[in-house]
């Protein structure tokens, strides 16, 4: 095998394999402290299971999330705008037609289970050790969040309190924040 296979089969091999060395979340960080504190995370899907990008600015007073998923099938588009912690404006867009509740690449599952209440997630919570991730940390801030995330090497599960994925963006944010944390 010449030097030009052995180049390609390694970037096959990589591009198929989706694994946490192919993290993608940027963090922009302004100004640690103070008045001109700003911090942004622009952050799109690891792990090859369903395309979706999360973006999320946080000033001082201001905190704004924007939140794509599945744009061939769902197609939900959502932003959240909130000033000093009180949430003006929100706004979701869903005009997809193929609503999957499951993903499947490679080893790896997305499910999605949606109208979830916080007491169908506790036997995650008190099976904690069978998970690389869980978010929220307590099953007590599910209500709040509206979301939830559970992850293994061989399943991820996203959970949400209601029938669509509108709070979602938020759980897949500190999904792909921890992914790319494990990364470095």
Known sequence: ?????????????????????????????????????????NCENTENLVKYQVIRQITQRVDFE??????????LMCSELSYNDQIVDTQCIQTGIKRRLSYKTGSKTLKIALNTDASSL??????????????????????????AIVSRSDEMILFSSNNGLDKS?????RYELYLSEQAK
Not at 122 to 147: F, H, I, M, Q, W
């Open 66 to 75: 924007f939140f794509t998923f599945d744009p061939r099938g769902w197609n």
């Open 169 to 173: 963006g938020e759980c897949l944010l």
């Open 1 to 41: 095998m010449n030097f030009k296979s052995s180049c390609l089969c390694v970037f096959v091999f990589s591009f198929l394999h989706a694994n946490v060395s192919n993290a993608y979340c940027r963090e922009h960080l302004i100004d640690k402290v103070g008045e001109n504190f700003q911090i942004t995370y």
């Open 122 to 147: 506790s036997k995650y919570y008190l099976d904690r050790n069978s998970y690389s991730y869980l978010y929220p940390n307590a099953v007590e801030l599910y209500d709040d969040t509206g979301c």
